[in-house]
């Protein structure tokens, strides 16, 4: 069962009793507090034969979202419609709110030095993940980290174009997945954001898109190595 830290921030143990991973995951957005629910109650079910790991689900703030119109519980505001979200040649700070992103940035990375001192200082050992919103905000993160990580995973998200990617990073694998007929971040605009990873030399990163569940194309992202 999830246990619940302060700060809205849930948790499981690893079955085993044995600590040896920490996987920090990253919801999207959310607009009622049932969904949260559902979605944690379906993952969990995912956890059980991972027996080693720590699962941290911590929960984004209650906040009014310009583009939904709408109070949800999201990472930070999404300002404009989906032609300007996407609009390249737009700041991001013209797009989303800089400092609710800054705010949860620095909220995750609180996380990690945590799971860091679990885990003797081996952040080898700890992965970050997301959905939708989640995803940008965990490439964001892991590619950045001064330290390299184990592993980013991302479900039907995009890179964010304040992403930078530190060299250590480069060495830590990454496992993306897309519908390519999700509604929220479009299969175009998600593939366009990770042409940015494939192009960086010697950086590993398996990109898996998909119809439905039935139908599943696997394919490599290209190095320019």
């Not at 949260?36 to 080693?52: A, I, M, Q, T």
């Not at 939904?68 to 419609?81: L, M």
């Not at 700890?126 to 490439?139: H, P, R, T």
């Amino acid at each position: 069962l999830l246990q619940m830290e302060n700060d809205r921030v849930f948790f499981k143990e690893p079955k085993g009793g044995k600590h040896s991973y920490s996987l920090i995951f990253l919801h999207g957005g959310i607009s009622a507090e049932k969904q949260l629910n559902h979605f944690l109650e379906h993952f969990v079910c995912l956890l059980e034969k991972f027996e080693e790991f720590r699962f941290i689900f911590p929960e984004a703030p209650l906040r009014y979202v310009t583009k939904a119109n709408q109070e949800q519980r999201s990472w930070f505001d999404i300002k404009g419609t989906d032609s300007e979200q996407y609009d390249e040649t737009r700041q991001f700070d013209e797009r989303y709110s800089i400092e609710e992103f800054r705010q949860s940035e620095q909220r995750i990375l609180d996380l990690i030095n945590q799971e860091e001192q679990r885990l003797n200082g081996d952040t080898s050992r700890i992965f970050l993940g997301g959905y939708s919103q989640g995803v940008g905000l965990a490439l964001h993160i892991g590619l950045a980290y001064g330290k390299q990580l184990g592993g980013i995973i991302g479900i039907n998200g995009s890179l964010l174009s304040i992403t930078e990617i530190n060299e250590i990073n480069k060495q830590t694998p990454i496992v993306l997945f897309h519908s390519v007929n999700d509604t929220e971040i479009p299969w175009d605009k998600a593939q366009t954001s990770y042409e940015r990873i494939s192009q960086q030399p010697n950086i590993t990163c398996l990109l898996y898109t998909s119809p439905s569940p039935r139908d599943r194309q696997k394919s490599r992202m290209p190095s320019s190595a």
